[in-house]
């Protein structure tokens, strides 16, 4: 095959009508030793049209992900899973720097995904060249084959960076020879405001950010290298923006390479600073390098910083995330004496002049609440948000400032309190006020003067903005009685009004910003306030809870979700009637979420999560009302079947847990049918949730095991997800849950007639005791398998045990049993697990005319004694535990409250059984 041939194959791929054909035919031609290399000449080629170079770099990227390593076959017998021949991996390595070099962009991001891949694979074994091709590049006087170089050595660095110093010898013998070369680059350039020279300084700084972040290699930077690289970065950073800039939309601005480059630079030299830079927070081997640097750096560094904050002032265009930056190298700054001395003059001026402007309600705040208010509560809410946002940095500064140093808090409270008391205050201002006293809450109410006065501010200041004509103050107001919602009240009247305002505010106010913050505030004063704080909202509870479903839906917003549970929690008997209305309107608001869900990423599968978990706190707060779960248990259901039926694997924990919620006490026949979609989705894709399944199969056994028995298929269900786990390769934990799975099954079906599974189950734990087993947990789960079936019925194991031949078992099996079970006596821990011991050891002991059984005779009555001493130091630690008032669950319960992984009676005193013969076995309760 040759680059036309290929071309015209990927030109069919864009071609809808071609498409299916010409898949097909590359699907047959990709294992075809010499295709890789064809496949980079055609992203190479500029004769070949642009379209069809990218379909060919996103084609090579997909191989070179997913077909670069050798790999073995996924079970026994398999085939050889393709992979790129070393023939084509080899001229693959030898062009891909070139490729890079040559592309233009929209290329030349999909092959720095295959460089990364490449690097991450066989540097430095077998591509250590990569370091001369980039270095040739970087000696190039022509400037533009450095961004190419520059980008494979980003990739060659960002596989390291998060790496130990002690992994990290490859990538600095590279920065041996080529740290000087970026240095003298980006020394060079740095006169050059073109675009051209900033995005290549802009590379090199992210490089240099990926080197430093994690480990600071002293061999490799030096305190004369490191030195250099400071004066870069700041002269960067307190270099002023090209004035064409200001002509582009303000929103758009931070996405200039002049204010990236200004971004890198500071956020470098933050993290240099918090990481390398303070002493007394950093571990020892940086020790001396930070009093070194702190001494050194603080001045010229903090002052290139209050140049971006004065231009702020200035109200010059600064960005965003520079703002952000030099912020959080000011919040450092005051954690030290040295630091602290240079930035104090000027930090009543910083909290007036930045933090004040920061902190208060903006004109662009105003324009999106005004035009889309849901999308002002997202932003507003968005934990993401808070990592990159200067607000989120002035509120942390604020916070650190008056905290940590002296007069700080009283010389700004006098401010604040100066700015909201002054006639001429602006709305935006009181605000800003209000939300910065808002953020020091936790301070004021430890400090005796202000704690003794906040009752008063409450009511003269905050109360009055409910009854604001602006929607902003109305529902600053309500954050505000959040933040402040442990102050201790004198008069219960102030606390009674502080409910009212805020549940109007829920419940009446038109601005969805406002209502979202007043079910905050409600939730948080409950918490706080406790059981004294019921009676203000239970006259109401039931409207409440109403408005909060219908906000939960019209504004998606996680945190309300949490509210609801609170209230679910704090006020079940009232709420009894309209449970089901609230799940329906859970489940709808899930199901509007997931239709959603699919181009809004995280945010609102997380909103979704939250409404699944409020399903479940109202499931486990009526679980003693029969009537009403079983009213609860269709709606949920709902959501359940769509998580199932459509593969919705990121609530499959979710899911699994509902189900398991749904039959804890009784099992429906639509129960029985989610028995078999569960099962379904166990085949399809739920072989890595299997531990999350456990509990909900622990049900359908234990719960009712006569309707369990009633149809062979749910019994080979459960045998066969366990043969899938115990064969299959999913590491030792779930294999754990699959034994004990079997295990249930014999122990609750005694009695019960399955004589007809015990060979199978036998048979599947024996022979995965022949394979590796790492941990004793497993071993110990197997056997307990067998002496179940030995306490089933011994003989039926015996003459089980004598028609499996296990190669390497010569003289039986039964023998090899016994051994191992008496050798591993100690390794059986807990409660149930040791009871279990002690009566399989009670059968043996009833067979001494067996041959296996004789020749350890003398073993038997020590190995009981020491299970005997593990029981009675369970026992006392189970009652330390009762009296203490710690409650521990059964394993089932543990695995799913995921607290535990295992559902293994690990710890003492594990289980919570009471008999030790047939009440411990008939209903295995424990586990």
């Given at each position: 095959?040759?680059?036309?041939?290929?071309?015209?194959?990927?030109?069919?791929?864009?071609?809808?009508?071609?498409?299916?054909?010409?898949?097909?035919?590359?699907?047959?031609?990709?294992?075809?030793?010499?295709?890789?290399?064809?496949?980079?000449?055609?992203?190479?080629?500029?004769?070949?049209?642009?379209?069809?170079?990218?379909?060919?770099?996103?084609?090579?990227?997909?191989?070179?992900?997913?077909?670069?390593?050798?790999?073995?076959?996924?079970?026994?017998?398999?085939?050889?899973?393709?992979?790129?021949?070393?023939?084509?991996?080899?001229?693959?390595?030898?062009?891909?720097?070139?490729?890079?070099?040559?592309?233009?962009?929209?290329?030349?991001?999909?092959?720095?995904?295959?460089?990364?891949?490449?690097?991450?694979?066989?540097?430095?074994?077998?591509?250590?060249?990569?370091?001369?091709?980039?270095?040739?590049?970087?000696?190039?006087?022509?400037?533009?084959?450095?961004?190419?170089?520059?980008?494979?050595?980003?990739?060659?660095?960002?596989?390291?960076?998060?790496?130990?110093?002690?992994?990290?010898?490859?990538?600095?013998?590279?920065?041996?020879?080529?740290?000087?070369?970026?240095?003298?680059?980006?020394?060079?350039?740095?006169?050059?405001?073109?675009?051209?020279?900033?995005?290549?300084?802009?590379?090199?700084?992210?490089?240099?950010?990926?080197?430093?972040?994690?480990?600071?290699?002293?061999?490799?930077?030096?305190?004369?290298?490191?030195?250099?690289?400071?004066?870069?970065?700041?002269?960067?950073?307190?270099?002023?923006?090209?004035?064409?800039?200001?002509?582009?939309?303000?929103?758009?601005?931070?996405?200039?390479?002049?204010?990236?480059?200004?971004?890198?630079?500071?956020?470098?030299?933050?993290?240099?600073?918090?990481?390398?830079?303070?002493?007394?927070?950093?571990?020892?081997?940086?020790?001396?390098?930070?009093?070194?640097?702190?001494?050194?750096?603080?001045?010229?560094?903090?002052?290139?910083?209050?140049?971006?904050?004065?231009?702020?002032?200035?109200?010059?265009?600064?960005?965003?995330?520079?703002?952000?930056?030099?912020?959080?190298?000011?919040?450092?700054?005051?954690?030290?004496?040295?630091?602290?001395?240079?930035?104090?003059?000027?930090?009543?001026?910083?909290?007036?002049?930045?933090?004040?402007?920061?902190?208060?309600?903006?004109?662009?705040?105003?324009?999106?609440?005004?035009?889309?208010?849901?999308?002002?509560?997202?932003?507003?809410?968005?934990?993401?948000?808070?990592?990159?946002?200067?607000?989120?940095?002035?509120?942390?500064?604020?916070?650190?400032?008056?905290?940590?140093?002296?007069?700080?808090?009283?010389?700004?409270?006098?401010?604040?309190?100066?700015?909201?008391?002054?006639?001429?205050?602006?709305?935006?201002?009181?605000?800003?006020?209000?939300?910065?006293?808002?953020?020091?809450?936790?301070?004021?109410?430890?400090?005796?003067?202000?704690?003794?006065?906040?009752?008063?501010?409450?009511?003269?200041?905050?109360?009055?903005?409910?009854?604001?004509?602006?929607?902003?103050?109305?529902?600053?107001?309500?954050?505000?009685?959040?933040?402040?919602?442990?102050?201790?009240?004198?008069?219960?009247?102030?606390?009674?009004?502080?409910?009212?305002?805020?549940?109007?505010?829920?419940?009446?106010?038109?601005?969805?910003?406002?209502?979202?913050?007043?079910?905050?505030?409600?939730?948080?004063?409950?918490?706080?306030?406790?059981?004294?704080?019921?009676?203000?909202?239970?006259?109401?509870?039931?409207?409440?809870?109403?408005?909060?479903?219908?906000?939960?839906?019209?504004?998606?917003?996680?945190?309300?979700?949490?509210?609801?549970?609170?209230?679910?929690?704090?006020?079940?008997?009232?709420?009894?009637?309209?449970?089901?209305?609230?799940?329906?309107?859970?489940?709808?608001?899930?199901?509007?979420?997931?239709?959603?869900?699919?181009?809004?990423?995280?945010?609102?599968?997380?909103?979704?999560?939250?409404?699944?978990?409020t399903m479940e706190t109202i499931l486990a707060v009526m679980e003693d009302r029969p009537e009403v779960h079983a009213a609860l248990e269709p709606v949920i259901l709902q959501a359940i079947h769509h998580i199932f039926t459509n593969s919705i694997m990121e609530f499959y924990e979710e899911a699994m847990s509902l189900s398991c919620d749904l039959t804890t006490k009784h099992i429906s026949q639509d129960m029985w049918k989610m028995l078999e979609v569960m099962y379904t989705v166990f085949q399809r894709d739920g072989f890595d949730y299997f531990s999350d399944m456990m509990p909900a199969l622990h049900n359908y056994i234990?719960?009712?095991?006569?309707?369990?028995?009633?149809?062979?298929?749910?019994?080979?269900?459960?045998?066969?997800?366990?043969?899938?786990?115990?064969?299959?390769?999913?590491?030792?934990?779930?294999?754990?849950?699959?034994?004990?799975?079997?295990?249930?099954?014999?122990?609750?079906?005694?009695?019960?007639?399955?004589?007809?599974?015990?060979?199978?189950?036998?048979?599947?734990?024996?022979?995965?005791?022949?394979?590796?087993?790492?941990?004793?947990?497993?071993?110990?789960?197997?056997?307990?398998?067998?002496?179940?079936?030995?306490?089933?019925?011994?003989?039926?194991?015996?003459?089980?045990?004598?028609?499996?031949?296990?190669?390497?078992?010569?003289?039986?099996?039964?023998?090899?049993?016994?051994?191992?079970?008496?050798?591993?006596?100690?390794?059986?821990?807990?409660?149930?697990?040791?009871?279990?011991?002690?009566?399989?050891?009670?059968?043996?002991?009833?067979?001494?005319?067996?041959?296996?059984?004789?020749?350890?005779?003398?073993?038997?009555?020590?190995?009981?004694?020491?299970?005997?001493?593990?029981?009675?130091?369970?026992?006392?630690?189970?009652?330390?535990?009762?009296?203490?008032?710690?409650?521990?669950?059964?394993?089932?319960?543990?695995?799913?409250?995921?607290?535990?992984?295992?559902?293994?009676?690990?710890?003492?005193?594990?289980?919570?059984?009471?008999?030790?013969?047939?009440?411990?076995?008939?209903?295995?309760?424990?586990?």
């Amino acid at each position: 095959m040759d680059v036309k041939t290929l071309s015209e194959l990927l030109k069919g791929t864009i071609d809808p009508t071609l498409r299916n054909e010409a898949e097909k035919k590359l699907a047959e031609v990709h294992k075809i030793i010499g295709f890789g290399p064809i496949l980079l000449q055609v992203v190479m080629s500029n004769e070949v049209e642009l379209p069809v170079r990218q379909a060919a770099v996103i084609y090579l990227k997909n191989m070179v992900s997913g077909s670069w390593v050798d790999r073995e076959p996924d079970t026994p017998g398999a085939p050889v899973p393709f992979s790129v021949h070393e023939q084509d991996r080899a001229l693959i390595r030898d062009n891909v720097v070139d490729a890079v070099v040559l592309a233009p962009d929209i290329i030349r991001i999909q092959l720095a995904v295959c460089v990364s891949q490449i690097v991450k694979h066989d540097f430095p074994g077998r591509w250590p060249q990569i370091v001369d091709k980039v270095s040739i590049y970087l000696q190039n006087p022509d400037p533009s084959g450095w961004l190419g170089a520059l980008l494979c050595l980003y990739q060659l660095v960002k596989n390291y960076e998060y790496k130990k110093s002690e992994e990290r010898g490859p990538l600095r013998e590279a920065m041996n020879l080529l740290l000087p070369q970026l240095y003298g680059i980006i020394t060079q350039l740095m006169p050059d405001e073109s675009q051209q020279a900033v995005s290549v300084q802009k590379q090199i700084l992210k490089i240099y950010f990926a080197l430093t972040q994690y480990v600071l290699p002293l061999d490799l930077i030096t305190k004369e290298v490191f030195s250099q690289w400071m004066e870069v970065l700041r002269v960067i950073a307190e270099s002023d923006v090209p004035a064409h800039t200001l002509q582009v939309d303000e929103e758009e601005r931070p996405q200039l390479i002049w204010w990236k480059r200004k971004k890198w630079a500071l956020h470098t030299l933050t993290r240099l600073f918090e990481r390398y830079g303070s002493p007394g927070s950093v571990t020892k081997e940086y020790k001396e390098f930070s009093e070194w640097y702190l001494k050194t750096f603080s001045g010229g560094i903090l002052a290139s910083m209050l140049k971006n904050l004065d231009q702020f002032r200035q109200k010059v265009y600064v960005s965003p995330r520079v703002m952000q930056q030099a912020l959080n190298y000011i919040n450092t700054s005051i954690s030290h004496a040295h630091s602290w001395k240079l930035i104090k003059p000027h930090m009543l001026q910083i909290i007036q002049d930045i933090v004040f402007p920061l902190m208060s309600y903006s004109e662009s705040d105003a324009e999106l609440w005004d035009t889309d208010p849901y999308e002002y509560i997202r932003i507003k809410f968005d934990i993401f948000e808070d990592f990159v946002s200067p607000v989120t940095a002035a509120q942390t500064l604020l916070h650190s400032a008056c905290k940590k140093r002296k007069e700080m808090l009283q010389k700004t409270m006098n401010l604040l309190l100066a700015i909201i008391q002054t006639a001429g205050t602006t709305p935006s201002q009181k605000d800003g006020a209000l939300h910065m006293i808002g953020t020091m809450a936790d301070i004021l109410l430890k400090k005796p003067v202000y704690k003794e006065q906040m009752e008063k501010f409450l009511v003269e200041i905050v109360f009055t903005e409910f009854n604001s004509p602006h929607g902003h103050l109305r529902a600053r107001a309500c954050w505000v009685l959040h933040y402040f919602s442990d102050v201790k009240y004198k008069n219960e009247q102030v606390l009674a009004e502080a409910f009212r305002l805020t549940v109007n505010s829920l419940l009446h106010d038109k601005e969805p910003p406002v209502k979202v913050e007043a079910a905050i505030a409600v939730q948080m004063m409950l918490s706080s306030k406790g059981e004294s704080a019921r009676k203000y909202l239970e006259p109401q509870i039931r409207e409440i809870t109403l408005e909060l479903l219908k906000i939960i839906r019209e504004t998606e917003n996680d945190d309300l979700t949490s509210v609801m549970q609170k209230i679910v929690c704090t006020y079940t008997e009232q709420l009894v009637p309209v449970a089901v209305d609230i799940c329906q309107h859970l489940v709808g608001t899930f199901a509007q979420i997931v239709l959603e869900s699919a181009d809004a990423g995280d945010e609102k599968a997380i909103t979704a999560m939250g409404l699944l978990n409020t399903m479940e706190t109202i499931l486990a707060v009526m679980e003693d009302r029969p009537e009403v779960h079983a009213a609860l248990e269709p709606v949920i259901l709902q959501a359940i079947h769509h998580i199932f039926t459509n593969s919705i694997m990121e609530f499959y924990e979710e899911a699994m847990s509902l189900s398991c919620d749904l039959t804890t006490k009784h099992i429906s026949q639509d129960m029985w049918k989610m028995l078999e979609v569960m099962y379904t989705v166990f085949q399809r894709d739920g072989f890595d949730y299997f531990s999350d399944m456990m509990p909900a199969l622990h049900n359908y056994i234990t719960v009712d095991t006569k309707a369990f028995l009633t149809s062979p298929d749910y019994m080979m269900a459960m045998y066969n997800m366990s043969k899938a786990m115990l064969e299959g390769d999913p590491g030792e934990d779930p294999e754990c849950h699959a034994a004990k799975l079997l295990e249930v099954i014999i122990l609750q079906c005694k009695g019960m007639n399955i004589d007809q599974v015990i060979p199978i189950f036998v048979e599947l734990v024996l022979k995965r005791l022949t394979r590796e087993v790492k941990t004793s947990e497993l071993r110990t789960m197997c056997i307990q398998v067998i002496i179940a079936a030995l306490f089933y019925n011994p003989a039926l194991l015996l003459d089980t045990l004598d028609k499996i031949q296990i190669p390497g078992m010569p003289g039986g099996v039964f023998g090899h049993f016994v051994q191992q079970w008496i050798h591993d006596t100690d390794c059986f821990i807990g409660l149930h697990d040791r009871k279990l011991c002690v009566l399989g050891l009670v059968h043996l002991m009833q067979m001494p005319d067996n041959q296996a059984v004789a020749g350890h005779a003398a073993q038997l009555v020590p190995s009981a004694l020491l299970l005997f001493d593990g029981l009675k130091r369970a026992y006392a630690a189970r009652k330390k535990d009762e009296s203490s008032g710690t409650v521990r669950g059964s394993r089932a319960m543990k695995a799913k409250q995921g607290r535990r992984k295992r559902l293994d009676g690990a710890e003492e005193g594990d289980s919570d059984e009471e008999g030790i013969d047939s009440e411990l076995l008939d209903s295995d309760e424990d586990e």
